[in-house]
T-cell receptor, first 115, second 115 residues
Framework: ETGVTQSPTHLIKTRGQQVTLRCSSQ?????VSWYQQALGQGPQFIFQ???????GRGNFPPRFSGLQFPNYSSELNVNALELDDSALYLC??????????????FGPGTRLTVL | GNSVTQMEGPVTLSEEAFLTINCTYT??????LFWYVQYPGEGLQLLLK?????DKGSNKGFEATYRKETTSFHLEKGSVQVSDSAVYFC??????????????FGQGTILTVHP
C-alpha cells in the first residue's frame, strides 16, 4: 500500500510569485485535505476535496486554491505569495466524506520559504 | 467553534520515566479525538484515536482515554524511550455545519527523552 506522497520537498520563492504543490493520496482514498503548519505551531486547515469537489474551507484567502483530479491526487496553488506564507504544507488523505470518524493520513510535507 | 488546548512544553524526561501530556478540547456534539506525532523533519503520523466517550486508544505503549465529562484526552506512556522524542499533537474532528471532518489541532508539545 502506497502512502501519501508530496512534491516538491522544499521550495524557495520570492514575494509576489505563484507556487503549486502536489499530493498523491494513499491508495483507495478519495478525500484530500491540505494544512499549513507555521514554525512551532499546530497545522491549520486550508481546505478539503472530496471526489474532485471542494468539501470545506478554512480561514484562508482566495489566493489559496486547489484542485483534485480523477485519480484523487491534488494540487494546492498559492498566488501572490507573502512572507507569512512560509510554512510546511501538509497533505492528508482519507477514505470517506469528511465525517468525524475519518482518519487522515499525512504526507511528509512541502517546506515553502518565501523571501 | 472547535478548539484544542495542550499543556505547555517542552517536556524533558529521562528514559523509562512516566509520560503525561494533557489535552483538553472545546467542541459541540461528539467529536473524534486523535494524537499525532511528528518526528524532526517529517510529516504527522497517527499515534492513536478514540471516536466516542470512554473509548481508549492505544498504540506502541501510548494510551489516551476519551473523557467527555472533563473534555479531555490526555496522552500517557508508562516508560518512555529516547526514540519517543518528537512533537505530539492532540486534535479533534467534528462533523456537521462547517466542520466537515476537518482536523483542529493543539499547538503541539515537544518531548525530549534523555538516556
Amino acid at each position: 500500500e502506497t502512502g501519501v506522497t508530496q512534491s516538491p520537498t522544499h521550495l524557495i520563492k520570492t514575494r509576489g510569485q505563484q507556487v503549486t504543490l502536489r499530493c498523491s493520496s494513499q491508495s483507495g482514498h478519495n478525500t484530500v485535505s491540505w494544512y499549513q503548519q507555521a514554525l512551532g505551531q499546530g497545522p491549520q486547515f486550508i481546505f478539503q476535496y472530496y471526489r474532485e469537489e471542494e468539501n470545506g474551507r478554512g480561514n484562508f484567502p482566495p489566493r489559496f486554491s486547489g484542485l483534485q483530479f480523477p485519480n484523487y491526487s491534488s494540487e494546492l496553488n498559492v498566488n501572490a505569495l507573502e512572507l507569512d506564507d512560509s510554512a510546511l504544507y501538509l497533505c492528508a488523505s482519507s477514505l470517506g466524506t469528511g465525517g468525524r470518524t475519518d482518519t487522515q493520513y499525512f504526507g511528509p510535507g512541502t517546506r515553502l520559504t518565501v523571501l | 467553534g472547535n478548539s484544542v488546548t495542550q499543556m505547555e512544553g517542552p517536556v524533558t524526561l529521562s528514559e523509562e520515566a512516566f509520560l503525561t501530556i494533557n489535552c483538553t478540547y472545546t467542541a459541540t456534539g461528539y467529536p473524534s479525538l486523535f494524537w499525532y506525532v511528528q518526528y524532526p523533519g517529517e510529516g504527522l503520523q497517527l499515534l492513536l484515536k478514540a471516536t466516542k466517550a470512554d473509548d481508549k486508544g492505544s498504540n506502541k505503549g501510548f494510551e489516551a482515554t476519551y473523557r467527555k465529562e472533563t473534555t479531555s484526552f490526555h496522552l500517557e506512556k508508562g516508560s518512555v524511550q529516547v526514540s519517543d522524542s518528537a512533537v505530539y499533537f492532540c486534535a479533534l474532528s467534528n462533523a456537521g455545519g462547517t466542520s466537515y471532518g476537518k482536523l483542529t489541532f493543539g499547538q503541539g508539545t515537544i518531548l525530549t527523552v534523555h538516556p
